[in-house]
């Protein structure tokens, strides 16, 4: 079955870039019929939506974070990655990746079937 | 975009039924029937429980059941089970590509 795992530093210095990568087992990005996601999760806090990718590389950002996020794939690898620059301590959470299923030709599910186990990541000097 | 309302806490003894609610907007829930609703148990990825509002995931134990009405969402748990305690939250589509997540509600099983 698809399984997803982030990777990537615990610890990002403010005003640094915070980069994350998603490593895709038990299928391929490139087959489609899926979309990428990046969600965060702030210390005992709700869920926050950061974007989607599709592997054609189109995306899709939470409004909010649109000016700091880049998401990219790189489907020789496998994997989906996300930027998110000139974090501050308010960017300290445990981010997830998830899947999203083709809900049409081109539109997700706004749903997301798969997760990954999550990663924390604290922005501290 | 505003994250959609959900009560901090309810609670209910086994076998008997509970019933979250999530309130939106005519922008989200009321305007689009992408409503899905996770279960997260603590230090865990949250796990899907219902989408397209009332659909549920293979493996997913039908005592579980979504709904909607006007700009509020519902999610009911049948025979409550002491495995049922945990946060769950709702979400919802929110327009040109927008997905917005409520802010979670405990669940105590007594």
């Known amino acids: 079955q698809v399984q997803l795992q982030e990777s990537g530093p615990g610890l990002v210095k403010p005003s640094q870039t915070l980069s994350l990568t998603c490593t895709v087992s038990?299928?391929?990005?490139?087959?489609?019929?899926?979309?990428w996601s990046w969600i965060r999760q702030h210390p005992g806090k709700g869920l926050e939506w950061i974007g989607y990718?599709?592997?054609?590389?189109?995306?899709y950002y939470n409004p909010s974070l649109k000016s700091r996020v880049t998401i990219s794939v790189d489907t020789s690898k496998n994997q989906f990655s996300l930027k998110l620059s000139s974090v501050t301590a308010a960017d300290t959470a445990v981010y997830y990746c998830?899947?999203?299923?083709?809900?049409?030709?081109?539109?997700?599910?706004?749903?997301?079937?798969?997760w990954g186990q999550g990663t924390m990541v604290t922005v501290s000097s | 975009q505003s994250a959609l309302t959900q009560p901090r806490s309810v609670s209910g003894s086994p076998g008997q039924s509970v019933t979250i609610s999530c309130t939106g907007t005519?922008?989200?829930?009321?305007?689009?029937?992408?409503v899905s609703w996770y279960q997260q148990h603590p230090g865990k990825a949250p796990k899907l429980m219902i989408y397209?509002?009332?659909k549920r995931p293979s493996g997913v134990p039908d005592r579980f059941s979504g709904s909607k009405s006007g700009n509020t969402a519902s999610l009911t748990i049948s025979g409550l089970q002491a495995e049922d305690e945990a946060d769950y939250y709702c979400c919802s589509y929110a327009g040109s590509y927008n997905v917005v997540f409520g802010g979670g509600t405990k669940l105590t099983v007594l």
């Open positions: 990718i599709y592997y054609s590389g189109s995306t």
């Open positions: 005519s922008s989200d829930v009321g305007g689009y029937n992408y």
């Open positions: 038990g299928g391929s990005i490139s087959s489609g019929g899926y979309y």
């Open positions: 998830a899947r999203s299923p083709l809900a049409t030709v081109v539109t997700p599910e706004f749903s997301f079937d798969i």
């Open positions: 397209d509002v009332s």
